[in-house]
């Protein structure tokens, strides 16, 4: 967790803008275009002499930003590394925010102990969501609950709530008045469906007490302050769970312009941003802080789940990195550059040529001969499969300093616009759970 104070965010962002400057060659390098681009030529000479002499869990530990003492991991290695690796390993590690998640010190600063959710209904809960979904609701809800507590606030509104699992969690376990407000109606639809399944299983259950989420069907605009919250006559506050793209900005815009007294943002889908979602603080736009859809596309990616596909003896597993980039150097020639193709699963059992049949099966008019598929060239970039996934593990890292850009970015220009805030970025679940787990959390 870290308390956002202006002066060092400013330098945080000061030096983010240096390495930007210096790696932008990887972070733009689209795994895909491995072999038509040759990403690997692309790397320092001492680098590609060292890499590929590491197993699959020399390369986690490499990227591992847990492992940050060199004296941990170094021993392991067969060479010693190149010092520049090393320094980049460093620099990624000095300019990201940590993603640790410490169950213990959330519980310390945002619990509620007034409300006990009632196992009945985390049994129903549990019915609809899923164990990765049902966990990051739980905790955003118990910070929330928490946040109405502190500030005085009776109501929450939950903005791009989908299917409201988290308004209705709030709700019905925590006993706070809920708003879902999604531009979607169907989505209003769905979640008013199985509010009624939830309400009627707990009159049956002689549960009672808490009053259901309302819906409301809004589109919010950047830049436009959304009136609706203007004259609203109790406290409240705004939350978005992983609301996608411009959606968070969005968020963030309507909290500083409105009575809101505290926000929970979590956002995701950065590759969805565009000019007016990134950058927002002023201090951002003065460094002139930029990122291509294939650094945010990266930065969307957990590199806690990559460490470990690498250390379970998953990683033949990401064998389909090498398979889709080599069947990529087939589709350009037909003019087909990045074609969206089906999903293959089990791709480690397979050998190219059924791999790529399987993968453009879906695609119209399109023919590829078996002899296309099994050329000198194909065959070569097949047997050069680790070194796509070393390539990829490097890029991994490089997205933590991009997330952590986007977050500083929108917490700057929270403390911009609304100076006697206080605003925190806060692990709020286990990245290996959910990979975006930071959240900004707000009070004014």
Request: hydrophobic residues 40%.
């Amino acid at each position: 967790m870290i308390v956002v104070q202006v002066e060092d965010a400013e330098h945080w962002i000061a030096q983010i803008k240096k390495f930007v400057s210096a790696f932008s060659w990887l972070q733009d390098s689209f795994v895909l275009d491995f072999y038509i681009n040759n990403h690997w030529s692309k790397l320092p000479t001492l680098w590609k002499e060292f890499l590929p002499t590491l197993t699959p869990n020399d390369l986690a530990d490499l990227i591992d930003l847990e492992k940050q003492r060199l004296s941990t991991i170094i021993p392991y290695f067969r060479t010693v590394p190149p010092l520049s690796l090393l320094a980049f390993k460093a620099s990624v590690s000095v300019l990201s925010l940590s993603r640790t998640f410490s169950p213990l010190k959330l519980k310390q600063k945002h619990t509620n102990n007034q409300t006990e959710v009632h196992p009945e209904f985390k049994k129903l809960f549990h019915r609809h969501v899923k164990l990765k979904k049902r966990t990051e609701v739980v905790n955003t809800a118990n910070i929330l609950s928490s946040l109405c507590t502190e500030t005085g606030s009776t109501h929450v509104y939950d903005i791009g709530s989908g299917l409201g699992h988290l308004s209705r969690y709030l709700s019905y376990g925590c006993n706070v008045q809920t708003t879902c407000v999604d531009k979607i109606q169907d989505f209003g639809q769905s979640a008013t469906k199985f509010d009624k399944e939830l309400e009627s299983f707990l009159i049956k259950k002689s549960i009672s007490g808490a009053s259901p989420p309302s819906h409301v069907c809004l589109t919010l605009e950047l830049n436009k302050h959304e009136q609706y919250f203007e004259h609203l006559s109790h406290q409240f506050g705004f939350t978005g769970l992983h609301a996608c793209g411009n959606l968070s900005p969005v968020i963030i815009h309507n909290f500083v312009n409105s009575p809101a007294k505290f926000l929970v943002s979590v956002g995701c889908c950065y590759m969805k941003l565009d000019d007016n979602g990134f950058p927002l603080s002023a201090t951002a736009k003065h460094h002139d802080l930029k990122f291509s859809y294939e650094a945010l596309e990266v930065a969307c990616h957990a590199n806690e789940q990559y460490c470990e596909r690498l250390r379970n003896g998953q990683v033949r597993k990401l064998m389909t990195h090498s398979y889709r980039a080599a069947l990529e150097t087939i589709l350009v020639g037909k003019g087909l550059r990045r074609a969206g193709l089906k999903g293959v699963p089990h791709t480690e059992q397979l050998e190219f040529y059924e791999y790529a049949t399987a993968a453009i099966s879906r695609v119209p008019n399109l023919t590829i001969d078996n002899s296309e598929l099994t050329t000198p060239y194909i065959k070569d970039c097949v047997n050069d499969w680790f070194k796509v996934v070393i390539f990829y593990s490097l890029r991994l890292l490089t997205a933590n300093v991009v997330e952590t850009a986007v977050l500083l970015d929108r917490s700057l220009f929270v403390k911009e616009q609304v100076p006697n805030s206080n605003v925190e970025i806060i692990p709020i679940f286990n990245p290996n759970v959910g990979p975006r787990n930071l959240a900004i959390v707000c009070v004014k």
